[in-house]
C-alpha cells in the first residue's frame, strides 16, 4: 500500500518558507533580536494553523533566539560549527518545503531540535515556553470573540493571572473599549485569585 504523500495549505507553506529565509539572514548578519521576532510572528501563526509543521518550526526559532541571545553573553565553545549545522538543515529544511516534501522538512526540524539540544540542555522548557506562547495568544484571540477570560483560562487550561496579564499587554481591552471603574477592577482582582466577595 503506498501512503499518500501529504500537502500543505499553499499560505501555510509561504509562510514557512518566508520564516526559514527570515531566520537565515537574521542569523547571516547577526541580527539576533531580529531572531526574537521572527519566533513572535511563527508562534503567532502556530495558533492559527495548529499544525505540527509549524509548531515545530517555532520551536527551532524560539531556541534559536534564546541560544543567540545568551552566546551574546557568555560565547559557547564551536559556535561557528553549530551555525554551520543550523544553516545547512535550514536551507534544507525550505528546499524540501518548496518541492512538497513534508516528510522530509519534518526530519530536518527533527535534526535541528537534535543539533540545538546539543549545546543546549533546556530544549524541553523551549517547546513548553512555545506552546505556552501559543495557547496565550489562542486564548486572546478567544477573548476578542466575547468569552470570558475566565472561561478560556478553564477551556485551555491556561493560567487566568497569566493570560490576564497577556491580553492586558495586548491592548485588547483598550481597542473594544472597555472602562474599568475601581469596583470592577477590584472584582477582577477577587476572580484572579478566587477570593470570596
Not at 539576533?32 to 520551536?59: F, M, P, W
Not at 530544549?123 to 477570560?149: N, T, W
Not at 483560562?153 to 473594544?176: A, C, F, M, P, R
Request: charged share 30%.
Amino acid at each position: 500500500m503506498s501512503r499518500r504523500k501529504k500537502k500543505l495549505n499553499t499560505n501555510v507553506k509561504k509562510d514557512l518558507i518566508s520564516v526559514i529565509s527570515a531566520t537565515l539572514l537574521a542569523l547571516e548578519r547577526k541580527h539576533h533580536i531580529k531572531l526574537d521576532e521572527i519566533s513572535n510572528r511563527i508562534i503567532h501563526n502556530a495558533t492559527i494553523y495548529q499544525s505540527d509543521e509549524v509548531v515545530s518550526l517555532a520551536i527551532v526559532v524560539y531556541s534559536l533566539s534564546k541560544i543567540c541571545e545568551r552566546n551574546e553573553l557568555h560565547p559557547l565553545a564551536n559556535w561557528q560549527k553549530f551555525l554551520e549545522k543550523i544553516e545547512y538543515h535550514l536551507k534544507n529544511a525550505r528546499q524540501n518545503l518548496n518541492r512538497d516534501k513534508i516528510n522530509s522538512y519534518m526530519k530536518d526540524l527533527s535534526s535541528l531540535i537534535d543539533v540545538i539540544s546539543s549545546v543546549d540542555e533546556k530544549i524541553k522548557m523551549y517547546v513548553v515556553q512555545v506552546l505556552e506562547k501559543a495557547k496565550l495568544k489562542k486564548g486572546s484571540k478567544i477573548y476578542e470573540h466575547g468569552i470570558s477570560i475566565q472561561r478560556i483560562s478553564e477551556l485551555l487550561d491556561i493560567n487566568l493571572w497569566e493570560l490576564s496579564n497577556y491580553v492586558g499587554h495586548t491592548q485588547i481591552i483598550d481597542k473594544e473599549e472597555i472602562k474599568f471603574d475601581a469596583k470592577n477592577r477590584l472584582n477582577l482582582a477577587k476572580k484572579i485569585f478566587k477570593l470570596k466577595t
